[in-house]
């Protein structure tokens, strides 16, 4: 709470500051949530909690015709996750040699799905938390970016038929050392003193088509992660994701979709122990938004998360969220917004620290958040 | 008719020329780029970050008003999208550092200033004077 204010204060008199070529920009919030039973993402919700706070502030210039270099710093506190620790959220030169193909290199934003380069940006958003199968607020951190490079660009198809975007990267990407895998391994008694990491490459195709507005793509990616810790290690050898979605926006109306499936093996070694976890993510989302007026934005999606790999049929298995959202523009810098949440299931977001006396099968969430953009 | 009266009527049918209609805007540019025409899929792409260069290659320089009647008019005429929509695919784009906002003036006045001394710069206003020094671009379907 103490740095949104802070933030927005000190941010007044800068206001999307563009000094001689250089653009500064930035963004805070502040979030509520409060559930009917379960504890969520590491906040005692069921009591209502305000430890939700996020900002980033970026600088960016255009040194060139075709190159602009820039870097965006990113601090967040969600529960016990994050505190005062200042990431790099993407920190690269980006050199477009025409309209059809350039490089960017550095610490550079991950595409997958729909939303993933742009999932921290609370303020390009309806709603206050996506689909959290696909894009789980508490452990964004390693799809979210990664220290390489990658091309992009567009091309038209034919004379109408629209326009192909493409995006393929290389690098290294590592876990939040302060994010809710790290958290959870910790629990397990495996503490990491430095982020486990591993090579992760892939692409992005997106067809915009002849009728404006609607989309589909496709996202692939390969990533594997090895990191120490005293008295244990965690390995998980290469793994495939893949993405495919679609959306339509036009006029006052958003409709999107996206479909995505992760398996992963990873192995965990604590001691003389070693433990094998097999998982299978099977998600997908259906959502859509109606634009009431310039201020006034309403919607909803059903979520739907589970774990292919041994399933039971159990509450952890699974995560199926109803969400209804309202968005409110007081104007083109504050806006404010709230959620609703109706969760069967707790297969993501709950952690056993949060919540020892275990965890009823279904419970309900309200979210609020205000936040500040310049 | 003397060589003024037929000057201040030259000025003045340029000035109609270029003056908005009560439901569009004038579009201006640079005097040194070479077009006269723009479509308004080309505007659209460059003014929604798509495009750095005009139909003859040169470079674009996309230039906002911060809001108002005119900014409005200028994003549903032209680029089809409320000013809320294209603030939300700028934020997109500016915090996940694939792109860089337009400049956004407050005063139209400062942005002809600024249209006028950057190559390759476009922008609109609601109206333009014989004095400023810039071109009008014709926006076609």
């Not at chain 1, 040194?63 to 967040?76: E, P, S, W």
Request: charged share 15%; hydrophobic share 40%; glycine share 12%.
């Amino acid at each position: 709470m103490a740095l949104f204010l802070l933030v927005c204060i000190c941010t007044e008199s800068l206001f999307a500051q563009s000094l001689a070529g250089i653009a500064v920009h930035g963004f805070v919030t502040q979030g509520f949530l409060f559930s009917s039973s379960n504890n969520y993402l590491t906040m005692e919700s069921s009591d209502g909690s305000v430890r939700w706070t996020d900002g980033a502030v970026n600088v960016t210039d255009s040194f060139a015709d075709k190159l602009r270099v820039g870097i965006q710093l990113h601090m967040y506190q969600l529960g016990q996750l994050g505190g005062a620790h200042l990431l790099i959220d993407w920190a690269s030169g980006d050199y477009r040699f025409n309209d059809h193909f350039g490089i960017r290199a550095g610490k550079v934003k991950t595409p997958l799905g729909l939303f993933n380069d742009s999932q921290d940006v609370d303020a390009v958003f309806l709603w206050i938390l996506l689909p959290q199968g696909a894009y789980p607020i508490d452990n964004e951190g390693f799809f979210l970016s990664q220290w390489g490079g990658e091309v992009y660009g567009g091309v038209p198809v034919g004379g109408r038929g629209g326009k192909l975007l493409y995006r393929a990267y290389a690098g290294h990407a590592s876990l939040d050392l302060h994010g809710g895998y790290i958290k959870e391994l910790a629990d397990y008694g495996l503490a990491f003193t430095s982020a486990p990491g591993g090579l992760i490459y892939g692409g992005d195709l997106r067809w915009e088509t002849p009728l404006r507005g609607l989309t589909f793509g496709s996202s692939a990616l390969v990533d594997t992660l090895d990191g120490s810790a005293p008295g244990g290690s965690v390995h998980v050898p290469p793994s495939f994701v893949n993405a495919e979605y679609a959306q339509f926006s036009r006029g006052k109306f958003y409709f999107a979709g996206e479909y995505r499936r992760q398996p992963t093996l990873s192995t965990v070694t604590i001691g003389p122990m070693a433990f094998s976890n097999p998982v299978d993510e099977r998600v997908w989302y259906a959502m859509g938004s109606y634009r009431v007026t310039e201020k006034i934005q309403l919607g909803s999606y059903y979520s739907h998360f589970l774990d292919k790999a041994g399933y039971m049929g159990q509450p952890g298995d699974y995560s199926k969220d109803w969400v209804v959202s309202g968005r409110y523009d007081f104007n083109a810098h504050f806006y404010g917004k709230i959620e609703d949440h109706f969760l069967h299931g707790n297969g993501i977001g709950f952690y056993d620290s949060t919540n020892p006396n275990g965890l009823t099968p279904n419970s309900r969430m309200l979210a609020a958040k205000i936040g500040f953009s310049f | 008719m003397s060589q003024t009266r037929w000057l201040i009527l030259l000025l003045g049918l340029a000035h109609c020329w270029c003056a908005a209609s009560a439901q569009d805007v004038v579009l201006v540019a640079n005097k040194g780029v070479q077009i006269s025409q723009i479509s308004n899929a080309d505007l659209r792409a460059i003014f929604m970050g798509e495009k750095t260069r005009f139909a003859d290659g040169s470079r674009a320089v996309p230039v906002t008003l911060k809001g108002g009647a005119v900014h409005e008019v200028f994003l549903k005429n032209h680029l089809d999208e409320s000013p809320g929509e294209f603030r939300a695919q700028w934020r997109k784009e500016v915090f996940t550092g694939q792109g860089a906002m337009p400049k956004a003036f407050d005063s139209e006045s400062a942005l002809i200033e600024y249209v006028a001394a950057t190559p390759g710069a476009v922008g609109y206003v609601s109206r333009i004077s014989p004095q400023d020094k810039v071109k009008c671009l014709v926006a076609i379907k």
